[in-house]
């Protein structure tokens, strides 16, 4: 059994509480949210079980809005968010954050793997496997990732091509079949296949 024996404003909104069980005296610090969530008051008896209620409650909204200030200056994915937390937090609390966020569909992976991949081959141009590893080292899931990229499958020599034309044309000349080379393995690295890669090349043949 714990007894609250002082409860006194520390910083913000942050209280400072002193609990005595027998001869131990604890220090804790927790919210005025959490404080009034259980009617805190001095004198209070507490079961040892109540108080780690309490604790794990308070600890839970801090990681709550630890995550969302982080969803403030960009998106996260499930898995990112679980590891940004994990810095902090016990993996229990992150995955229960997680979970509340992605109910509420703050936290969407298909969205957010919507956006990348638009940024990744609409803007940069990349190809696919590139998108692809961009994407899983956003911690976005397999079936997610193959559900975007999917759509940016059919015009990828097209866009093979506009990459070229905007940054390796100084590699391109149809009478010089080593420079051609260079040019092809260049859009590879960027995520084309060889195939991809020699469909664009035959584009700017064809122009």
Avoid at 93 to 111: F, H, M, P, Q, T
Wanted: charged residues 35%; glycine residues 2%; proline residues 1%.
């Amino acid at each position: 059994m714990l007894k609250l024996e002082s409860m006194e404003k520390y910083k913000g909104s942050t209280l400072k509480l002193v609990l005595v069980s027998g001869d131990e005296e604890i220090t804790a610090f927790i919210s005025t949210e959490t404080a009034a969530k259980y009617s805190l008051c001095t004198s209070m008896e507490l079961e040892n079980e109540k108080w780690k209620e309490i604790e794990r409650s308070d600890l839970l909204r801090k990681a709550r809005e630890r995550a969302l200030y982080l969803l403030d200056y960009r998106d996260y994915s499930y898995a990112e968010m679980v590891k940004k937390l994990k810095q902090s937090y016990d993996e229990d609390i992150c995955y229960e954050v997680a979970d509340s966020l992605a109910e509420k569909g703050i936290i969407n992976d298909l969205r957010y793997a919507e956006a990348l991949a638009r940024q990744q081959c609409e803007v940069k141009l990349y190809g696919s496997y590139r998108a692809r590893q961009f994407l899983w080292q956003k911690g976005i899931p397999k079936s997610v990732i193959d559900r975007v990229i999917e759509q940016y499958e059919d015009d990828a020599a097209e866009r093979a091509a506009q990459l070229a034309r905007r940054r390796y044309m100084h590699l391109y000349d149809p009478n010089d079949r080593e420079l051609t080379q260079k040019l092809i393995n260049a859009l590879v690295r960027h995520g084309y296949s060889y195939f991809q890669a020699n469909e664009a090349v035959k584009m700017l043949e064809d122009e």
